[in-house]
């Protein structure tokens, strides 16, 4: 075997190992065989390993795209039935076990937690909250440790003792949308004790076993997977989290697109409702801050919004420490999309897909398209670098550097632009990071010469004449 290094060899193995996906493509849907030719090259632009992606409409199926590698250092190739992490797409499907409960008499979703909380006091100010606030973000609960990873055989702290350190609350229940992970972790222990059964093994027989989910589960099992990739581009080792009801869901694309199937309007399955279901769907709260960028409103469980044509869709993204993954459905015609990735630098290809299956369907982009535009603005603010960084050379050299006030003025503003890049380096994550992946280091370092150049002005001899 030959093995080419470096950006060509990865370049080489992605366009490679997409090939089966382009020539399924010749028989799939239109947007098949633009996807088979966007993905490759966003992949390889952006430095993702690997992903899969699968396209429903009619509310089935209809093509399966596998690209990359679910293990580049060993040369293994992505697969269709690769299990993945698929991090906060866990919170959709505990809210169908949720919804599943209330419609079955095991959980009031309306009732203050505390009636069933029994290995956990809540702290003051936390009575009011309810099941339907948990599971609408709506609980005042702050967003929570995202980064506590263990190994899986390690020793971690149990689900209340866990709680106990990552639970505040950042605004009166009920008052607005904060996005929590903690608050799905204490949804977690509030199914557990108002089933008294373990949740992973409920979720199983509730809402998995029952919509064909054979291959998914929200407990380790040690299965093969993928290996995933950190923002830098590094393997990132296998881990859990305390909770599992958040973000710690195992599953292969195949089965997350039974569970979008089984959440489009008159879809054969028998866990909900169709009064359940449209209540997962339909907006609770508006959304705001950086999740209002992408989102109009928050359901139970699932982001909403509506789409240009007056339809509305349904969706969730998940990242995680090495993982990806966006599921997006509009269940009054039974189009979606599924896209899976084992890279944390995937979020301007998920962009890219979303954008293409957008125009697919007739419509503006969905907002988590959006994403493209930090892309845009960068290449902008790289060009500006480069320009007040000639100017300001340019100006040093000539001699002209202005009164004290300008040179005071520019030397702050240089100060700034040297270090703010340094700052960012040195950080584990900044949201920056996940919407630039490939462009960040170079707007970091035009922001640096920039800097560079007004330093000039500001520190410069200035020449008499």
Avoid at 52 to 81: C, K, N, Q, S, Y
Avoid at 449 to 465: C, D, F
């Amino acid at each position: 075997m030959v093995v080419l290094p470096g950006r060509i060899g990865r370049l080489v193995v992605l366009l490679l190992t997409a090939m089966p996906s382009h020539l399924a493509a010749q028989d799939g849907p239109p947007l098949a065989l633009r996807l088979s030719q966007t993905v490759p090259e966003r992949m390889a632009r952006d430095g993702v390993p690997g992903a899969v992606i699968v396209l429903i409409e009619g509310g089935a199926p209809v093509w399966t795209g596998v690209f990359g590698m679910a293990a580049p250092a060993a040369g293994t190739p992505m697969t269709a039935e690769a299990l993945f992490r698929v991090e906060s797409i866990s919170k959709p499907v505990t809210a169908w076990c949720a919804m599943r409960l209330a419609e079955t008499g095991r959980l009031d979703l309306d009732a203050p937690i505390g009636d069933c909380l029994r290995r956990w006091l809540l702290p003051e100010g936390a009575d009011r909250i309810t099941p339907r606030m948990l599971l609408s973000h709506s609980a005042g609960i702050c967003l929570g440790d995202y980064a506590a990873r263990y190994q899986p055989e390690a020793p971690r702290p149990d689900l209340p003792e866990h709680i106990a350190r990552d639970f505040a609350l950042i605004a009166a229940p009920g008052s607005g949308f904060a996005y929590s992970d903690t608050g799905y972790v204490l949804l977690e222990l509030v199914i557990e004790d108002c089933t008294d059964e373990d949740f992973g093994k409920l979720m199983a027989h509730e809402v998995l076993a029952p919509l064909g989910m054979t291959t998914s589960g929200f407990d380790w099992t040690g299965a093969p997977m993928p290996v995933g990739h950190d923002l830098r581009g590094r393997p990132v080792a296998p881990y859990v989290y305390p909770g599992r009801a958040s973000g710690g869901l195992h599953a292969t694309a195949t089965d997350i697109a039974r569970f979008a199937v089984a959440g489009m309007a008159g879809a054969a399955q028998d866990v909900l409702s169709s009064n359940g279901l449209e209540a997962l769907h339909r907006p609770v709260i508006a959304v705001g801050g950086l999740f209002g960028f992408a989102a109009e409103s928050y359901g139970l469980g699932h982001f909403t919004e509506t789409l240009s044509d007056g339809r509305a869709a349904a969706w969730h993204g998940g990242q995680g420490y090495g993982w990806m993954s966006h599921m997006h459905l509009v269940p009054e015609t039974g189009d979606g999309i599924v896209i899976l990735s084992n890279s944390q630098r995937a979020w301007p290809l998920f962009a890219a897909v979303l954008r293409d299956w957008s125009e697919s369907l007739g419509v503006a982009p969905v907002g988590m398209a959006r994403v493209l535009w930090a892309e845009k603005a960068a290449r902008v603010g790289i060009a500006l670098g480069l320009v007040v960084a000639a100017l300001g050379l340019g100006i040093a050299l000539r001699g002209r550097r202005g009164g004290p006030a300008t040179r005071i003025g520019a030397g702050g503003i240089a100060a700034a632009l040297i270090l703010w890049p340094l700052w960012a380096a040195a950080q584990n994550y900044l949201f920056l990071f996940s919407i630039l992946p490939g462009l960040w280091p170079w707007l970091g370092a035009a922001s640096g010469l920039a800097g560079v150049g007004l330093a000039a002005v500001a520190l410069g001899p200035r020449r008499s004449g």
